[in-house]
T-cell receptor, first 114, second 116 residues
Framework: AQSVTQLDSHVSVSEGTPVLLRCNYSSSYSPSLFWYVQHPNKGLQLLLKYTSAATLVKGINGFEAEFKKSETSFHLTKPSAHMSDAAEYFC????????????FGTGTRLLVSP | NAGVTQTPKFRILKIGQSMTLQCTQDMNHNYMYWYRQDPGMGLKLIYYSVGAGITDKGEVPNGYNVSRSTTEDFPLRLELAAPSQTSVYFCATQPGQVLSGANVLTFGAGSRLTVL
């Protein structure tokens, strides 16, 4: 069975400082991994995805994530936070064996202060 | 191109009432999903459909029903509303089955339901 653990429920950073949101996964097969962002009162939007190609994945708005199989991690980073990055972020795992049953992490709320 | 449209955006129900959350997509996607989002719990899959006429239960189907008579529409019905169904509900779509790689979900804006 697959699972995903987001290690921090809240992360607070100052504008202009780096962002690190941590995600560990468990999967019996070669997983596909995603990060989604949810702004207040909005639906979820895809930030980036890993599908067994390059291990360093670049997404929208300057975010990137690195797939590390040895550590079963898929941490999300951004070099410099912007106020508009304040949102909830979800790490998602899917076993690419046909039907895409996705398992969502519990989310990390990113707070950005001026 | 509207994408995934959910209605209503907000609704307050009394215990025991019934209602239908509507979901419509104009992307001709085969797969459709209903999730509920509770604080601190991530998203849980309620029901899904891989095409018109085909539906199946997800992780938390109790208290809900769905139908898929067309590719475009995937309504979620609550027959006897309970306070435990207070949540934010998201409809999502996906182009179709793949053997490798990953198709991305497209989400609606959500429907916030409160049962009192």
């Amino acid at each position: 069975a697959q699972s995903v653990t987001q290690l921090d429920s809240h992360v607070s950073v100052s504008e202009g400082t780096p962002v690190l949101l941590r995600c560990n996964y468990s999967s019996s097969y070669s997983p596909s991994l995603f990060w989604y962002v949810q702004h207040p009162n909005k639906g979820l939007q895809l930030l980036l995805k890993y599908t067994s190609a390059a291990t360093l994945v670049k997404g929208i708005n300057g975010f990137e994530a690195e797939f590390k199989k040895s550590e079963t991690s898929f941490h999300l980073t951004k070099p410099s936070a912007h106020m508009s990055d304040a949102a909830e972020y979800f790490c998602v795992v899917s076993e690419a064996t046909g039907f895409q049953k996705l398992v969502f992490g519990t989310g990390t709320r990113l707070l950005v202060s001026p | 191109n509207a994408g995934v449209t959910q209605t209503p955006k907000f609704r307050i129900l009394k215990i025991g009432q019934s209602m239908t959350l509507q979901c419509t997509q104009d992307m001709n996607h085969n797969y459709m999903y209903w999730y509920r989002q509770d604080p601190g719990m991530g998203l849980k899959l309620i029901y899904y459909s891989v095409g018109a006429g085909i539906t199946d239960k997800g992780e938390v189907p109790n208290g809900y029903n769905v139908s898929r008579s067309t590719t475009e529409d995937f309504p979620l019905r609550l027959e006897l509303a309970a306070p435990s169904q207070t949540s934010v509900y998201f409809c999502a779509t996906q182009p179709g089955q793949v053997l490798s790689g990953a198709n991305v979900l497209t989400f609606g804006a959500g429907s916030r339901l409160t049962v009192l």
